[in-house]
């Protein structure tokens, strides 16, 4: 079992910056990649971003492409997403959650087996 745990979240004007943090711990030796993904009520989870944990490469929604860097600090087990020019269509529960297969491979909700409880961005116009 791996536990994750999201932080980093709040409200920011349209156009700031918001870096969220996700620390895991656990089981860490199933995490291959690390993925973020965003809800709003009445909608299915979004793909926002994954990394790979070994080597760094990352994955981002066409969506938000441009305006975001994932990162990770194998030290800490931790990963970071940084978000800028944040638009309020970016207003969601952000969750952080891990998954056991290669990078590629991780890109639904399906793929990913632990979650985070998600912390809440709010984007004001």
């Known amino acids: 079992q791996v536990q994750l745990v999201e932080s980093g979240g709040g409200l920011v004007q349209a156009g700031g910056s918001l870096k969220l943090s996700c620390l895991f711990s656990?089981?860490?030796?199933?995490?291959?990649?690390l993925g973020w993904f965003r809800q709003t009520p009445g909608n299915d989870r979004e793909f926002v971003a994954a990394?790979?944990?070994?080597?760094?490469?990352?994955n981002y929604a066409d969506s938000m492409k441009g305006r975001l860097t994932m990162s990770r600090d194998n030290a800490k087990n931790t990963i970071y997403l940084q978000m800028s020019s944040l638009k309020p269509e970016d207003t969601a529960i952000y969750y952080c959650?891990?998954?056991?297969?290669?990078?590629?491979?991780?890109?639904?909700?399906?793929?990913?087996?632990?979650w985070g409880q998600g912390t809440q961005v709010t984007v004001s116009s």
């Open positions: 656990g089981r860490t030796f199933s995490i291959v990649a």
């Open positions: 990394i790979a944990w070994s080597g760094g490469s990352t």
């Open positions: 959650a891990a998954c056991p297969k290669i990078l590629r491979w991780c890109s639904r909700p399906t793929d990913f087996r632990s």
